[in-house]
């Protein structure tokens, strides 16, 4: 399946300021296939080693980090020789060797001419740094996302309607009716099934929903003995409960996160370390208000009014036990969902496409759901879910900021209309 993450891959390569590549991500986005593909590929061979299935990896770099000391070990350990600039060498689950990751710094000093990519699935959680400096300045950083709708849509076989969405973002024309429709049925599955490449690839070959949800609620499972095993023993209880909690603030009218909802008199003192693992884990992400409308966004951030979205669209929809049918049909039962699961689509994939995202709040209440920086422009984000699309507080926005424009998504087709872009959600990603 066709990853975005290859084009920046092959950019790292060509680079001349090169550096050992650290790719981090959540659990089951796709680093390790994504890594070992693009070696394949581009490289003669690969030295893959994993310090989870073979901790006795960790002796290795007890003795010594020096490239000269650990390229023959490391040949002979790979059952190849390691050659400069024809071998990729990939350590996975790098987490679990601090060694192995301070050695990245010598790597990047006096052996550039190796190429080294390294993947990790909490390599932002508090891994034990008490004798290792972590590399600052030596290594390039990635972060790999779950799979965007664009990835998703092209997995499905769709290339021919990703391009036509494409020309009708930039001219804002609309699709036709028919191609709308069959876009607005692909958002909806991609709603259902995600963007974890393992999901992704049983729903192409089977269009089974049992199936992805059976993997689905592996990766969940697989989320909650992280937390169980790479946390404090007095936090792992507290960080549960507020993954659990956070499908239940997105069916709130108001989205914010309110920590009175994870349990009465629930204060910030008392979750903050579990939402910090969350997002550090590339689980969750955090939305914070802006209290002002200037650049740079974040240094007017209000720290203490925050909205959490889920990293990926299908673990959240298995995580609430939805029925496929009752988002393929978008049914009444799951209205009081509908805006928090659209907002949170939204998040994902502008945070695959860089942005940082923000919101923003009027003193009367009226709400915009994204702030994002485009092209050196503060541009306001509303989204609906529906096709609903009266927007009393866009324009409140619009009238007090004065924006180049806005952006509206919705079910709606393509148009531009009073400095307001209009865009379907299945093309979110173009932005």
Not at 317 to 339: P, S, T
Not at 362 to 391: M, W
Not at 393 to 398: C, T
């Amino acid at each position: 399946m066709y990853r975005k993450i290859t084009g920046f891959l092959e950019s790292w390569k060509a680079s001349e300021h090169r550096k050992p590549l650290i790719l981090q991500g959540a659990r089951q986005v796709g680093k390790t296939y994504s890594v070992l593909e693009f070696g394949r590929t581009y490289y003669e061979n690969v030295a893959y080693f994993n310090f989870e299935t073979n901790p006795k990896l960790n002796d290795t770099f007890e003795e010594s980090i020096s490239p000269e000391y650990l390229i023959p070990i490391l040949s002979h350990i790979a059952g190849q020789t390691i050659v400069k600039e024809k071998t990729l060498i990939v350590f996975d689950e790098v987490q679990l060797c601090e060694r192995a990751l301070t050695s990245l710094k010598y790597f990047c000093e006096d052996a550039p001419e190796y190429h080294i990519i390294v993947a990790g699935s909490l390599l932002g959680v508090a891994v034990s740094r008490h004798k290792f400096s972590f590399p600052v300045g030596k290594v390039d950083m990635k972060t790999l996302y779950p799979m965007d709708m664009e990835e998703f849509m092209l997995a499905c076989g769709e290339e021919a309607l990703v391009e036509r969405i494409k020309k009708c973002f930039e001219t804002d024309t609309p699709l036709p009716g028919a191609l709308h429709d069959a876009a607005m049925l692909l958002y909806r599955q991609y709603l259902i099934v995600g963007g974890m490449p393992e999901c992704v690839m049983q729903f192409v070959g089977t269009k089974d929903y049992i199936l992805v949800r059976h993997t689905q609620d592996t990766i969940l499972a697989s989320y909650l003995n992280d937390m169980s095993k790479y946390n404090n023993l007095n936090e792992i209880k507290k960080t549960r409960l507020v993954y659990d909690n956070i499908t239940v603030q997105l069916s709130k009218k108001n989205t914010r996160f309110q920590y009175k909802l994870i349990k009465k008199g629930g204060r910030a003192s008392e979750f903050e370390n579990a939402i910090e693992w969350l997002s550090l884990s590339g689980i969750v992400s955090q939305v914070y208000k802006v209290e002002q409308i200037k650049k740079p966004l974040e240094n007017y951030r209000d720290i203490d009014a925050f909205k959490i979205y889920v990293s990926d669209l299908g673990l959240l929809c298995a995580k609430k036990d939805l029925a496929a049918n009752d988002i393929l049909y978008m049914v009444d039962e799951i209205n009081d969902f509908k805006g928090g699961i659209a907002e949170n689509y939204v998040n994902v994939q502008l945070s695959i496409n860089g942005y940082r995202t923000y919101y923003w709040v009027s003193e009367r209440g009226a709400e915009i759901d994204f702030i994002i920086q485009r092209d050196g422009q503060l541009i306001p984000i509303e989204v609906k879910s529906a096709d609903n699309t009266r927007a009393k507080s866009l324009n409140l926005y619009m009238q007090s900021y004065k924006p180049a424009y806005a952006i509206k998504l919705s079910a709606k087709n393509f148009g531009f209309e009073d400095r307001k872009k209009t865009v379907p959600l299945y093309a979110a990603f173009c932005i």
